[in-house]
């Protein structure tokens, strides 16, 4: 029995059931094939079937539609922002926020009514774009500037084992918001200082945590177990102001909950993650 609430449309027409649900740590396909129910965004379910997969996309089941019931309507969800090294099992089933993307051939984007795999960059690292047929997505034209993308963190691969094939599925066209005045937006500096939340989080064995800094200054940035040890010091250098980030690949320590904390100037501050393997 899997309890989640609905971040996605139907992907499946009337044709089948195909919605994505999440909770607070992880999201999955709800499936059941030449069946259909009607569900809305914001919906809390709770489903009771078997889980499976199909290319590696991992989906409950239900035996019936009578195995999904509705608890309750209009709940707010998170979306998680990513970067496309992120895109693996910790994200699949998931609405993540990629900050800053664009396509790689315009050309690959599909006519009205069709499907298509489009392959879209951060200037680093290419990943795919899946357009669904039963959205409005590909009715729209394909986009020439830079834009933010929001979409389901989903996976379509042959592999054996399923470790590859990771995608992007958007929901809608308002999942594509236009990024103008790029140049102009490099030149802005922070404000206020900051250390946003780690993402993915729960995580295995990578993560990525972003901190703003306003003020020249020497940073430090350390991470410490439940007991107050230190694990590992991420940062501990001379920082100009800027949006900065920092991956942390967490590879032979143990699961756990670790703090991690940063000093810079007079600003302190510490925030809570997860590690899960």
Known sequence: TVTGVVTSPCFGATDHTDYYIQDATA????FKYYDYTELDIGDEVQVMGEIDQYRGK?????LSLDDIVVLSTGNDFDTTGVTIPD??????????????????????????????????????DTL?????????????????????????????TYSTPPDDGYEIMPRFQADFTEIVGIDE?????????????????PFNPNTTIKFDVVDPGHLSLKVYNILGQEVTTLVDQQMEPGFHSIRWNA??????????????????KIRKMVLLK
Do not use: C, K
């Open 185 to 201: 937006l490099a030149d802005l500096l922070p404000t206020v200082y900051d250390l946003h939340q780690n993402y993915p989080n």
């Open 251 to 268: 590879t032979g320590v143990a699961t756990g909950v670790y703090f991690y904390r940063i000093e810079v100037n007079d600003f302190v």
């Open 58 to 62: 991992t989906e409950i089941i239900p």
């Open 128 to 156: 795919i774009l899946y357009i669904d047929s039963d959205t409005d997505v590909d009715e729209m034209d394909a986009p020439t500037y830079n834009f933010a993308l929001v979409g389901i963190g989903t996976q379509y």
């Open 87 to 124: 895109f693996g099992e910790f994200i699949e089933g998931l609405l993540v926020e990629l900050e800053e993307v664009w396509l790689v051939d315009p050309a690959q984007w599909p006519s009205p009514g069709s499907w298509a795999n489009v392959d879209i960059t951060d200037g680093t």
């Open 27 to 30: 999201g999955i396909n709800l």
